[in-house]
């Protein structure tokens, strides 16, 4: 035991000693300019990491919750499970002749994005059953992935996955360096998320919330599935936000990432309730040169109520274009 | 960089000098008796762990999976949720004054249990929602907490929370020192296990997948709340239980341990499915002296089909009264 001891007590020193300057060296968030947000970052996880302060959080509730879409990564000019949809009607296209003349194919087989949007909510409800169901948990898994490899943005000409914001992957890693557990909360499709979100986020499949189908387990040749149906199971966005993050985490976020209004409950439900350092940010997106510039009147990640909640609450605004040195790592 | 390279290098050096003896030394399953049940269990994490066996799994897809009635805990004479049905009605009450003439829960303040078995699965659902319902997911919790911190077991007359199984205990920690990550997968309440599950058993609320009710996100005094509603959202029981792991952990488990019907499709999904080293494992009650003995015509926790299934797949089952020494801290 003794043994024991005196090793622990050499190995805290040797790594204090090693450590330290390395860590105080080192900006953890290199493409922040300096500013008020930046400083609202660091200073949130030096108070809430400091043993002996005040606002100190123990490690195990250091839950941190990230809006995908708009947030981590590009939702302009459409939401990249969108792109996805629209290219797997097309690549189902010539197995369903039929849907050269139905809609809302049609549409999506035109190009005719008037008659899509006129088709509403129930024709987007029907490409989702098309394109997201009737298949296995798995098969579906392997079809997102050979997607997103293979997927353009249309704008940059670059993999979704390389469309991801460079600072707020300096959040995440600054984050989880100081103990903190990163969740994605998004309205975007829970299975859409998974077969990617590890290898660029660093975000383990259990730790992804979001929208979902039903699932049916069955046994298929003597081996077990999960069918994918095309019957709605979860809607997380807006008010199904903290729903999703209570079903899934089971307890309060100290810090939320959003930047759209259907993340405003997740932000009221991360900094309103319960006691203790909490902290809300909003990215902006003002930068219409190295991304898109968007907010109040926008019909993808409209930003109007929780940019108003944001000044009375005190939640961080980044503003993309003053904020941020870069935005995407190529830049 | 050299330095830091050295450093690294010693510190491996120290570290497997002075670890590496404690820890074959030492039995990780004192609780377990030598015998096939056992070595099953070790012999599984030695290969599944050991870098260059064929059977070695990756830290981060090491996902075990443990049902919680009569696989962690006491679950005879009935379901330990049951009883805090039953407790919270007899609370109840004095607000409540028409129960006294209606049934389901006339049958409870009586202690008529035939009545209560007569009123099925309506009458429980009954009782769910007047028990479970009505109040925040906050209330809630402290209703939980205060109620598992005072009721006592029958038999035993010690709170429930001390009629974990030993052996099991010994093997969730055993399986996190080799990097496994623990999941309850419970057709329990998730609410109702979440409160003490870290506490008891080292598993934090985002790891626990149990049976729900909707909530409803509500602003209530100007403070976002989470209100509980008389509606069952999910049951995390049998086919169930794939389906729980899919939308919570969102990868396949390659451990599963089960004690009841119930457990089936969960055992099915994780050993029959996928490639790769996998395990599944039943606790067949079988010591009517330290505990009890049930299972093919058992009402709590039958044990028919999967121990029919264990055959077949070759899952482990465990005899209680022959492979554990013990079966509670306390014996």
């Known amino acids: 035991m003794i043994r024991t001891a005196a090793l622990r007590a050499l190995l805290f020193i040797v790594l204090v000693a090693f450590s330290y300057p390395a860590l105080a060296q080192t900006d953890p968030l290199p493409s922040w300019n300096d500013g008020a947000a930046k400083t609202s970052i660091t200073d949130f996880v030096a108070r809430t990491t400091a043993q002996g302060n005040p606002d100190f959080v123990p490690q195990d509730q250091r839950i941190a919750v990230f809006d995908n879409d708009g947030t981590l990564w590009i939702e302009q000019p459409m939401y990249v499970q969108l792109a996805f949809i629209l290219d797997r009607v097309r690549a189902l296209a010539p197995q369903n002749p039929a849907w050269k003349s139905k809609q809302p194919y049609k549409?999506?087989?035109?190009?005719?994005?008037?008659?899509l949007a006129a088709s509403g909510e129930k024709g987007l409800v029907e490409l989702m059953a098309a394109t997201h169901a009737g298949m296995t948990a798995d098969e579906f898994s392997k079809i997102v992935t050979d997607w997103i490899a293979a997927a353009r943005h249309p704008k940059f000409n670059k993999p979704y996955t390389e469309l991801v914001y460079q600072p707020m992957l300096e959040v995440l890693a600054y984050l989880r360096a100081n103990g903190f557990k990163t969740f994605i909360v998004s309205g975007g499709g829970i299975e859409f998320m998974r077969p990617w979100a590890e290898k660029v986020y660093g975000i383990p499949p259990e730790q992804?919330?979001?929208?979902?189908?039903?699932?049916?387990?069955?046994?298929?040749d003597g081996r077990?599935?999960?069918?994918?149906?095309?019957?709605?199971?979860?809607?997380?966005d807006k008010t199904g936000k903290p729903v999703g993050i209570n079903q899934h985490i089971g307890r309060r976020p100290i810090a939320a990432f959003g930047n759209s209004d259907g993340d405003l409950e997740m932000l009221q439900w991360t900094t309103m309730s319960g006691s203790g350092a909490r902290f809300g940010l909003i990215v902006h997106?003002?930068?219409?040169?190295?991304?898109?510039?968007?907010d109040r009147q926008s019909h993808v990640g409209k930003l109007d109520k929780a940019l108003d909640a944001a000044a009375i609450n005190k939640w961080t605004v980044v503003d993309m274009k003053k904020d941020w040195k870069r935005v995407f790592a190529f830049q």
Do not use: C, W
């Open 208 to 220: 992804v919330v979001g929208s979902s189908i039903k699932t049916r387990f069955e046994m298929r």
């Open 224 to 236: 077990p599935v999960l069918m994918r149906l095309p019957q709605i199971n979860f809607i997380d």
């Open 285 to 294: 997106h003002t930068d219409a040169e190295r991304e898109y510039a968007y």
């Open 107 to 115: 549409a999506v087989l035109d190009g005719d994005m008037k008659a």
